[in-house]
């Protein structure tokens, strides 16, 4: 008897398409959960190579929350490139201003592997919608209960 490890090649993966709804979903459960599922890690046939995560869709991404007072502590940092062009936004006033499904993104983002031809072609996969309607009906999506899965998984306040 032989012992070899099945490993998945990309024409046998087959991607589901699903939907979560965010509505006062806590902003790094689910961005954990995202991240799973795009990378493909809830399938039993993993490979850690080759992309056979599924297509998420994210529906009300402005109505995510956050523990505790990290809507006012937690603050997000970027630098302009020029002398002194170091720039910082609270969670709390990019989810009230122009694109607040920007931190749902990053959160997801720097749960996957970091700086890999992989990890961007998997976050080609996320889409993330701030109001309840998404344009994918056609693919038929699967929506999954994100707020059933566990009890901390949401915020009513």
Partial sequence: MKST????KPAEVEKKWIVIDAQDAVVGRLASFI?????GKHRPDYTPHVDCGDFVVVV????VKF???KLSD??????TGHPGGVKQRTAGQILGGKYPERVLEKAVE?????????ARKQMTHLRIYTGAEHPHEAQNPETIAFADLNAKNVRSA
Avoid: C, Q, V
């Fill in 5 to 8: 490890t099945a490993s998945l």
């Fill in 35 to 39: 991240a799973m599922r795009l990378r």
């Fill in 60 to 63: 009300n991404a402005d109505k």
């Fill in 67 to 69: 523990t505790g007072k």
């Fill in 74 to 79: 937690k603050i997000f940092y970027w630098h």
């Fill in 110 to 118: 720097r749960m996957l592997p970091k700086e890999s031809p992989l």
